[in-house]
């Protein structure tokens, strides 16, 4: 195998559809899935794209852990509001038609907030707040996770990395978005590392006894027993801001299970997360032309600002994910050794290696 091989973005959105049909998930839901996970590698978000294929969705598919087959039901509406129970099916699934229903409210009445509880793992958190930003809305989205940050102060995985997306329409080229998980990196970012057999940078992780950890591979075990945690946005302690990060994490998760009757903290599993996403209409407050061409004003004046010594440019919320999108949409998305085992792998448990897009 090449140590790295470029793959057509369409091809391998192509495969990963039919490796989802293959274990089960119908056409229409295996082409949702899909789409949300190359759109990570699309725009540079490689914690969240092809990356997590095998294990996070095929692995478990495949031994059973998830349905394949997604039974989402609302169990309490309004005309701005609903309340889903996505029932363990397909996050993306759950994800998609979630915040296409907080559209449709907010078209009607100029907001929108769905709230899901049972739910698994959705992606990438800004692919949803996209789709607002898509219909001249911003949108706002946010999802718990299994417990794997410490609090401010603490040692043991209490919450998840618990991601808080904004996006909102511009008058340039893409959309401002803002996608970050409330921890320092996510547990993506770890594997990522330990693909390419490289320790972590220091200030990521804490171990129980309190100490910086680097070592990548055994952060990754002793996080599964409890041995082992990332640290909230500012770092240890509230002299870096830590608290802030933790307390941001800990919005994301009352939103995540409190609204909905959901589980938190130490009961996430993995399969059982909750959601939120809304929807705001800005028709409803404003002209949208107007809205888009002072948020890129906003956005323009930002990056001409000064420049630190050293520095050649000043980037805003998104514009990075789009350079990253021009730069890729040619020669599509990378694969190393690693990924190339898992695509092989799955192509042949799956039968479907004549698919193969490279």
Not at 5 to 11: A, G, Q
Not at 66 to 72: F, Y
Not at 239 to 248: P, R, T, V
């Amino acid at each position: 195998m090449e140590d790295i091989v470029y793959v057509d973005f369409d091809r391998m959105e192509g495969f990963i559809e039919d490796v989802f049909q293959a274990l089960g998930v119908p056409e229409d839901d295996a082409r949702i899935c899909s789409r949300s996970i190359i759109s990570a590698d699309r725009i540079g978000v490689d914690s969240h794209g092809i990356n997590r294929m095998k294990p996070f969705y095929y692995d478990r598919l495949r031994s059973g852990l998830q349905s394949p087959i997604t039974r989402m039901e609302v169990v309490r509406e309004t005309a701005t509001t609903a309340v889903i129970d996505g029932h363990n099916g397909m996050g993306f699934v759950i994800g998609t038609r979630s915040m296409k229903m907080a559209i449709e409210k907010a078209r009607e009445v100029g907001m929108g907030m769905v709230v899901v509880r049972e739910s698994t793992h959705y992606g990438m958190a800004g692919y949803y707040s996209m789709m607002a930003a898509e219909a001249e809305m911003i949108g706002i989205c946010g999802t718990n996770a299994r417990p794997s940050v410490a609090p401010t102060y603490g040692t043991e995985g209490m919450l998840g990395t618990n991601p808080l997306a904004f996006g909102m329409p511009t008058d340039e080229g893409f959309p401002f978005l803002i996608d970050c998980a409330t921890s320092i990196a996510q547990r993506g970012k770890v594997e990522m590392y330990d693909r390419i057999d490289k320790e972590i940078p220091e200030g990521w992780v804490v171990g129980r006894d309190g100490n910086i950890r680097t070592d990548t591979g055994a952060i990754l075990q002793d996080m599964v027993k409890g041995d082992a945690a990332l640290l909230p946005l500012g770092g240890v302690g509230v002299g870096s801001g830590g608290h802030k990060g933790y307390g941001y994490s800990t919005v994301v998760e009352i939103l995540s299970s409190a609204l909905q009757g959901g589980l938190f903290l130490k009961d996430i599993t993995g399969m059982n997360v909750g959601h939120f996403f809304i929807a705001m209409d800005i028709s409803a407050f404003t002209e949208p032309g107007d809205f888009k061409r002072t948020t890129g004003e906003i956005l323009r004046t930002l990056r001409a600002s000064g420049k630190a010594p050293g520095q050649e440019r000043i980037y805003t919320a998104g514009e990075r994910e789009y350079l990253t999108y021009l730069e890729r949409k040619d020669i599509g998305v990378a694969l190393n050794r690693s990924l190339q085992g898992d695509f092989i792998l799955m192509g042949d448990e799956l039968g479907i290696s004549d698919k193969m897009p490279f």
